[in-house]
């Protein structure tokens, strides 16, 4: 399959080293060679050095007819131009990274329509998505739901203090109907057996029927399920302005600040009861003063990495229960989360997860990259002719890197053992190890 990514940027890099890594046949074109050149000598693919949204490079021989083309440089009409070019060449499936908010709001339809683009990534609107379904689950550091919403998958840290810690689970008694989906321990995966046990500090994956995962968190994992009252975000840039209005709409106390005038204003407009204030994120004076110290979580989504790991230890320092930052580069997650805060989102791996699942085909619903995309979680439709069709889990010999979780069949969802058969049609929910994923889907694609 040989897929096209216009623009080397940072989130054109991430989409090409993702499908590098599936040795997709990947095509990177850039009219900026010094960035041609970074990708080249890191990553597996072929750079083209021109303008991608040229009718010329559209005729390229190693470009016209591919099975997929992503526009993902930083200038939206270029992006939207080179998709359009693309379909007239004979490019199968296309899609655009589109930013400008008025686009994604209201001329999203039109644009697909119109303009032949199968898919509008938005970095910033999915990151805000995400950070808002977190903020909706309390205690979690990563919430996904699949199948329609009848899965939910919850991440979080395990507390010394807990019930599960130090018990295999063979002889642990939780719920029938909620599985330990996998560990994430000292940068390594395990995926759960029978004499494998919960430790402090653990990143546990946990995943069922959303209602039971929120009564099992509360009883089992003592988390606080009260609903998020109070949230203080600092950066109106697009996450900011996508996220405020997000929280508002369901009636969370909102207050979003930014020391750049027009966009304060910009988000003001857009908000019924909460508050945009045009001031300096660091002044502390300032955030004691708006109530950081009360805030349920401060989210911190300027355009500075680094600024937004200080302003989330500034905020821990002054009262904050809850921190969640948004990063550009995965590296600095690590610091972060060995300094003290909560939640470090990619606005890239985000984004990438969703060209990833696009990219795979073969009844791949969705994928969701874990721990900085060294696992990931996928959503499957099993496809007729497919080697685990009608066979028990224990007899298919899956890679012991791979754990069907869950699966979605006439509506109802169920957790699976060993004896449970996946029929076609089923959606069965998957948690892997990225390294092995090629392998893994094999069992559950069709022969043809």
């Not at 499908?19 to 080249?40: A, G, M, Q, T």
């Not at 203090?161 to 063979?170: E, R």
């Amino acid at each position: 399959m040989r897929i096209v990514i216009i623009g080397a940027g940072k989130l054109g890099y991430t989409i090409a080293e993702l499908l590098s890594n599936e040795d997709f046949d990947v095509v990177v074109v850039d009219h900026d060679e010094e960035r041609l050149e970074v990708i080249k000598n890191n990553l597996d693919v072929l750079t083209i050095a021109a303008n991608g949204s040229s009718p010329l490079t559209m005729n390229d021989p190693d470009i016209r007819g591919a099975d997929m083309l992503i526009a993902a440089t930083a200038v939206d009409e270029v992006n939207m131009v080179a998709c359009i070019l693309a379909k007239k060449h004979g490019v199968k499936y296309t899609a655009a990274r589109i930013r400008d908010m008025e686009f994604m709001s209201e001329a999203r339809e039109y644009l697909k329509e119109n303009f032949d683009i199968d898919r509008l990534l938005n970095p910033e609107f999915i990151t805000a998505k995400e950070i808002n379904r977190i903020l909706m689950t309390p205690a979690a550091l990563n919430v996904e739901d699949f199948a329609n919403g009848k899965v939910r998958m919850l991440e979080t840290k395990m507390s010394s203090k807990s019930a599960l810690i130090g018990i295999p689970f063979k002889d642990l008694a939780i719920p029938k109907n909620i599985l330990v989906s996998m560990i994430f321990r000292n940068k390594k995966m395990i995926i759960p057996h029978g004499d494998d046990q919960l430790m402090p500090d653990d990143n546990a994956y946990f995943i069922g029927e959303p209602k039971g995962i929120e009564a099992f968190s509360k009883e089992w994992l003592k988390h606080d399920v009260t609903r998020i009252k109070r949230v203080m975000i600092i950066g109106a840039g697009r996450t900011g302005r996508f996220l405020a209005p997000l929280l508002d709409q369901q009636d969370v106390d909102v207050k979003i600040i930014d020391k750049d005038k027009e966009r304060s204003l910009l988000v003001a407009e857009h908000l019924r009861n909460g508050m945009a204030i045009c001031g300096d994120g660091t002044d502390i004076d300032l955030l004691e003063q708006e109530g950081i110290a009360v805030a349920d979580a401060v989210v911190c989504v300027t355009d500075d990495d680094r600024l937004n790991l200080m302003l989330a230890l500034i905020a821990k320092h002054l009262g904050a229960k809850k921190t969640i930052v948004r990063v550009s580069r995965m590296e600095y997650a690590d610091l972060m989360e060995k300094v003290g805060v909560d939640v470090v989102l990619s606005t890239r791996l985000l984004s990438a997860s969703e060209v990833l699942a696009i990219a795979r085909q073969g009844g791949v619903i969705s994928v969701s990259l874990l721990e900085g995309a060294k696992a990931e979680a996928v959503e499957v439709q099993v496809r007729q002719g497919a080697p685990v069709v009608n066979k028990r889990l224990m007899d298919i010999n899956l890679p012991k890197e791979c754990l069907v979780c869950a699966y979605v069949r006439d509506g109802k969802t169920y957790i699976p053992n060993g004896a449970s058969t996946l029929m076609e049609g089923d959606r069965a929910i998957l948690m892997m190890e990225m390294a092995h994923s090629q392998k893994v889907m094999t069992y559950f694609k069709g022969r043809n």
